[in-house]
């Protein structure tokens, strides 16, 4: 069965740090480009960062540039988003996506709470 399941969310107090890991299982994610998107309540689904599948080149949103980083381990075919600094407006539900000449696939989402 082909999935992708996110994990690593949770309540943190602003300033603290979450790592959210995006694991594939049916499918190998090495030639996927594998994208983080966030949706706060009341918001439009926002791009957060990708990670090409060919030379891993990265993009950040501005919203989180500096803060973030994102990496893949192929061999446990897993796709990691570190999140530093996160702050209250970092509240959402995130997903992991991967894609691959328009065949596509999401995650179930996992939600991260940034509160004090």
């Known amino acids: 069965q082909v999935q992708l399941v996110e994990s690593g969310g949770g309540l943190v107090q602003p300033g603290g740090s979450l790592r959210l890991s995006c694991a594939a299982s049916g499918f190998s994610l090495d030639s996927y480009a594998i994208g983080w998107f966030r949706q706060a309540p009341g918001k439009d689904l926002e791009g957060v960062s990708c990670?090409?599948?060919?030379?891993?080149?990265?993009y950040f949103a501005d919203s989180v540039k500096g803060r973030f980083t994102i990496s893949r381990d192929n061999s446990k075919n897993t796709v990691y988003l570190e999140m530093n600094n996160l702050k209250p407006d970092d509240t959402a539900v995130y997903y992991c996506n991967a894609n691959r000449g328009g065949t596509t696939f999401w995650g179930q989402g996992t939600q991260v709470t940034v509160s004090s």
């Open positions: 990670i090409s599948g060919s030379d891993a080149t990265t």
